[in-house]
């Protein structure tokens, strides 16, 4: 169902549901006096702080201001970025009202861009900027206790209407009653942020799966009243599935209602697009430095297992949860992050690396696309990692067999990243077209020949070829029919690098 009509007839639906909610939230028993009175005022005498938790009817709602005696925020103050970048904290400890504007996009863009793969999808921006797409949406920040006058404008070139509901709000639908807006349409809500925490945002107008699979997704950040700790970077990272068909021949992917009821995306990407954060996207920081990542999993229906190969979470606020009675983790190796859900951790640069940032279900990083990387610049440290090895297979004055030029081979010891400069043989050779390559893997362990480019620590695949997995003595072969630099490297060992020129 795609059409604007189809979509505004299922409005009564969408409100059944809603009030179906909203009579649930009636049935529920009243809390005593006393807790009732607890939660209203917020009374931040009234539990122990560091940690140690609350007792019956203890509450961590905040003192209010009210909305008459708030004042606007400073004109500098920033409230909205686009990730992976996020608004700076306020330097402020008083509530204040806030505005953002935004308004909704819907535009064909790009999704795995090394395949030449785009898809219709539907998101958001900052009303006014020129962004013509809108997935993820931008990453709202804000403070407990601030009241944020939140307008949704959608242009009348729009074909959908749309809402916001935002998990970080306590109202009707998190927003999402207040905010529907059709085609030329403006809605604005008045909100107060009561509980701190990295919260998710999405539209929720019928059907809400489909809005959500399209990209209509974004992040919420809202401080605590006491601000965590200062680092030196600060990075949004969202997670989010693509359920979309083959490509047709202009690479234009449509949704998929069949791999969406399985529950089966094709892709699944960090920040919208499979090369968000790779290559000269890549995040940054020097040995150290402290980053903090809030991580949202927009879903829509799998969980993510957050992980980052080569280091560890030195701190993990587990879901998002910042108020300063969680304790947070300390150490992890991974942390789960549940659908419509998120995260916040830290990591510590201690040696220079590549840390590959991943969903530890390793398919969807290999096979869909959600990776990541944090290069981490400075000094080396031996105190902490230092290599050593016994050279394996190739000694680095062994001469490699000289081939015809349509001979590739994979050495011995080809696997070992020392030996990454000759792990192909020729590692670049040169042939007319029609020429048909033919590769032999001689080493004892399994390689791939998959066209497309690597950084060293991990590849993308462009589609062209790939040879699956070659056991020892197999061979690939592939005919080159147009001119051209083509690329390639292993999968499971991507510091191994190739080139074919065909002249």
């Known amino acids: 169902m795609t059409s604007t009509t189809r979509r505004t007839d299922r409005l009564p639906e969408r409100r059944h549901v809603l009030a179906a909610i909203a009579a649930a939230a009636v049935a529920i028993p009243a809390c005593s006096a006393t807790a009732k009175e607890v939660a209203r005022s917020g009374d931040p005498t009234a539990f122990r702080p560091g940690g140690s938790g609350l007792g019956p009817g203890e509450s961590i709602l905040p003192v209010l201001t009210r909305k008459a005696q708030l004042r606007a925020a400073d004109p500098g103050e920033t409230n909205a970025a686009y990730a992976p970048a996020v608004p700076p904290p306020a330097e402020r400890d008083d509530q204040r009202l806030f505005e953002v504007d935004l308004e909704v996009v819907e535009r064909v863009c790009p999704l795995d861009p090394a395949n030449g793969v785009s898809t219709e ?12 797409c809108g997935t993820p949406g931008p990453v709202l920040r804000g403070r407990v206790g601030d009241v944020a006058r939140i307008s949704l404008s959608n242009p ?62 974004g992040m919420f950040i809202v401080d605590p009243e006491d601000q965590l700790p200062p680092v030196d970077h600060e990075w949004a990272i ?48 020097r040995v150290g430095e402290r980053a903090r990542i809030y991580m949202i999993n927009e879903g829509l229906n799998l969980d993510a297992n957050f ?5 560890h979470w030195d ?20 942390t789960l992050v549940v659908a419509g859900g998120g995260t916040v951790v830290e ?22 696309g959600v990776i990541g990387l944090v290069v981490i610049e400075g000094e080396e440290n031996p105190e902490i990692y230092e290599a050593s090895r016994t050279d394996a297979g190739l000694e680095p004055d062994e001469d490699l067999p000289i081939l015809p030029d349509d001979q590739v081979v994979i050495p011995a010891g080809a696997f070992d990243p020392a030996n990454a400069e000759r792990a192909y043989a020729p590692r670049t050779a040169t042939v007319p077209v029609g020429t048909t390559v033919t590769w032999t893997n001689d080493d004892s362990v399994i390689h791939t020949v998959t066209s497309g480019s690597s ?8 589609g062209l070829f790939d040879s699956g997995n070659l056991e020892s003595d197999d061979t690939f072969a592939f005919t080159f029919d147009e001119p051209g630099t083509f690329e390639y490297y292993c999968t499971p060992h991507p510091w191994m690098r190739g080139t074919i020129v065909v002249q």
């Open 121 to 132: 999808m539907w998101g958001y921006r900052i009303a006014g900027d020129d962004v013509t």
């Open 455 to 462: 950084d060293g620590s991990a590849g993308t695949p462009d």
């Open 307 to 311: 992980h980052p190969i080569g280091s």
């Open 238 to 285: 969202m997670q989010s599935e693509w359920y979309v068909g083959e490509p047709d021949p202009d690479g234009v992917a449509s949704f998929d209602l069949a791999s969406l009821r399985n529950e089966n995306p094709r892709y699944i990407t960090f920040n919208g697009r499979t090369d968000a954060l790779v290559e000269d996207r890549a995040l940054q920081m």
């Open 156 to 217: 009348s070139a729009s074909q959908h209407p749309h809402n916001i509901d935002f998990h970080s709000v306590t109202g009707q639908g998190g927003g999402a009653e207040g905010l529907v807006v059709g085609p030329g349409e403006t809605a604005t809500i008045e909100v107060r942020l009561l509980y701190p925490g990295a919260f998710m945002y999405h539209c929720a107008f019928a059907p809400v799966v489909e809005h959500i699979a399209r990209g209509m997704v």
């Open 347 to 368: 990591l510590l640069g201690q040696v220079p690396s590549t840390v590959i940032l991943v969903d530890h279900a390793l398919a969807r990083t290999f096979l869909k």
């Open 315 to 334: 701190v993990v606020y587990p879901e998002a949860a910042t108020h300063r009675v969680n304790a947070p983790i300390r150490g992890s190796q991974s």
